[in-house]
């Protein structure tokens, strides 16, 4: 049996009255993922359980099949692990994203989407300079994420450092950000770190060159989602799998390492809408012919929502229905030991430019997969289905079951 995720990040979301009450997934033209449905089983899951913030790092948890309430750590170490950094007994890694701040609030957390090339160039600074004088170490990643791992250092430990109430810089799209600084027993040095960045960024040359060019220049680092180092057991341990992973974002790069998959690393895998779609689905199915089950991540959904543009999102969904899900489906056609899963982490909202939980649509099918009457791909078909799986992460442990499957309504 072979098994294929296939994660739309954000791609659930709340009716519009731009669209007359419906969602974008009830805009957008999916006809591959309606396919799914018609083959197969329609119903809803909640990867985000109840108290948990809702986010990628638990949804993309719960999308692996793994507990968040058990495995969850912080999102930050779980793209160390992606970066190949093992972390210390003494060490917390906090995701550093690269910001615009303007005018007092949260301009863009992207700094426009600026490049790895040029985060890269501007993290090399960072270390030049804030690791000088504070006990950190940063690390490039991807676009504006990357990361800085802090010592327990000057009477602080690592439980003062972890537990840390850090705003994510996405969750405060145009809004002030003063107030949303990181709050706790470390708060004087993360706080004056972050600010010594805000003097240092500006006049960078990185800088110098996006302004010249129209560009939003990175303007802050900003600290969130940090934690100790994880600990989680793999596929082969847990399911006697084996498995890929494919995804331009670190944090689901990193669960796919702490699971024990192969990385797959995409020329053009950006996390936005001119992502390499083709270059990553063919390597995830091209996977399977050395291993058991693949998860292919897109993120364009969720970035677009951050930035309040439902016609982008849209076009995303659109996007991942015809080149992610149309292979995949056509691989399942000429393999039909293949079981497929459709599916959002959380929803990310229009109307608030940022996460949320809730109950999300998923789509399964392929062997042994009963189809349950339904023929459309959205939120609202999919509560009409009366099932439900409260904890998101039984559903693929549901799917990874040999024997044909049996959905209990609620």
């Known amino acids: 049996m072979k098994y294929i995720i296939l994660l739309g990040d954000g791609m659930a979301d709340w009716p519009l009255p731009q669209y007359d009450g419906r969602t974008p ?31 990628s790092d638990i949804g993309n948890l719960s999308c692996f099949g793994y507990n968040p309430r058990v495995c969850f750590c912080g999102r930050a170490p779980i793209e160390a692990a992606n970066m190949g950094i093992t972390l210390l007994d003494n060490e917390v890694a906090f995701r550093c994203n690269l910001v615009t701040l303007q005018d007092g609030v949260m301009k863009d ?4 989407h600026i490049s790895s ?14 690791a000088t004088d504070f006990p950190v170490k940063f690390y490039p990643g991807v676009s504006y994420r990357h990361l800085a791992v802090m010592k327990a250092a000057g009477g602080l430990s690592t439980d003062d450092l972890a537990g840390l109430k850090c705003t994510p810089p996405h969750d405060i799209s145009s809004q002030p950000w003063e107030p949303c600084l990181p709050k706790g027993a470390a708060e004087s040095l993360i706080g004056a770190m972050m600010a010594r960045s805000r003097e240092l960024l500006p006049p960078h040359p990185v800088n110098r060159r996006r302004i010249a060019e129209g560009k939003l220049p990175a303007t802050s680092i900003w600290l969130w989602g940090q934690g100790k180092a994880p600990s989680m057991p793999t596929y082969a341990e847990q399911y006697a799998l084996s498995g890929a992973v494919v995804s331009a974002v670190d944090l689901v790069k990193g669960i796919g390492v702490l699971a024990g ?12 809408m001119d992502t390499n779609y083709e270059g990553k689905i063919n390597a995830a199915l091209d996977a399977l012919n ?4 693949v ?23 659109e996007d991942f229905d015809a080149r992610i899900v149309a292979p995949a489906l056509a691989y399942l056609e000429g393999h039909p030991e293949t079981r497929i899963l459709i599916a959002p982490d959380h929803i990310t909202a229009i109307k608030t430019m940022t996460h949320a939980d809730g109950d999300m649509p998923f789509a399964l099918c392929g062997a042994g997969v009963p189809h349950n009457g339904f023929s459309r791909y959205s939120e609202r078909d999919a509560a009409e289905t009366g099932i439900l799986f409260t904890e998101g992460y039984e559903l693929v442990q549901c799917m990874l079951r040999e024997a044909s499957l049996r959905f209990e309504q609620g």
């Open 25 to 55: 997934l009830e805009v957008a033209h999916t006809p591959n993922m309606d396919r799914a449905v018609q083959l197969g089983t329609l119903g809803q899951f909640r990867p985000i359980p109840e108290g948990l913030p809702a986010g």
């Open 109 to 112: 957390f992207t700094s426009g």
């Open 117 to 130: 090339e040029e985060g890269a160039e501007i993290v090399a600074t960072l270390n030049e300079t804030l």
């Open 261 to 272: 998959f192969e990385v797959l690393n995409v020329p053009g895998a950006t996390g936005w």
């Open 290 to 293: 050395r291993h058991d089950f």
């Open 295 to 317: 998860y292919v991540h897109v993120e364009a959904p969720d970035e677009t929502a951050h930035q309040g543009r439902a016609d982008l999102k849209i076009q995303a969904i």
